[in-house]
């Protein structure tokens, strides 16, 4: 069983930038394809991008297009979301999940990490 830790929310002001990143415990995230969620208040929860396993394709909400992105930092063993020109909008609750296999999907994860809180003030 894999366990998702996701570290790097805070607070930050309409135009700046955070970055977050998601940690596997229990075996090695590189196995896994990857996607970030988010959940805003009031809202349902929504796709805000994916990494392949490997790392060897992206895959982009609407959204987030242009001003997130997804990576993968080998070293360290976790995927990143670098979040740019942040908006009010964008506050929400920040998931990743992984799922075995290469396949690049907006749905369908096997393991979730607890969320970390972004908060983009106006």
């Known amino acids: 069983q894999v366990q998702l830790v996701e570290s790097g929310g805070g607070l930050v002001q309409a135009g700046g930038s955070l970055r977050l990143s998601c940690a596997a415990s229990?075996?090695?995230?590189?196995?896994?394809?990857v996607g970030w969620f988010r959940q805003g208040p009031g809202k349902e929860r929504e796709f805000v991008a994916a990494?392949?396993?490997?790392?060897?394709?992206?895959y982009y909400a609407k959204s987030v297009k242009g001003r997130f992105t997804i990576s993968r930092d080998n070293a360290n063993d976790t995927v990143v979301l670098q979040m740019n020109s942040l908006k009010p909008d964008d506050t929400a609750v920040y998931y990743c999940?992984?799922?075995?296999?290469?396949?690049?999907?907006?749905?369908?994860?096997?393991?979730w990490g607890q969320g970390t809180q972004v908060t983009v003030s106006s």
């Open positions: 990494i392949t396993r490997g790392g060897g394709s992206t």
């Open positions: 999940a992984a799922r075995p296999g290469y396949m690049l999907v907006v749905g369908d994860y096997n393991y």
């Open positions: 229990g075996r090695t995230i590189s196995v896994y394809t």
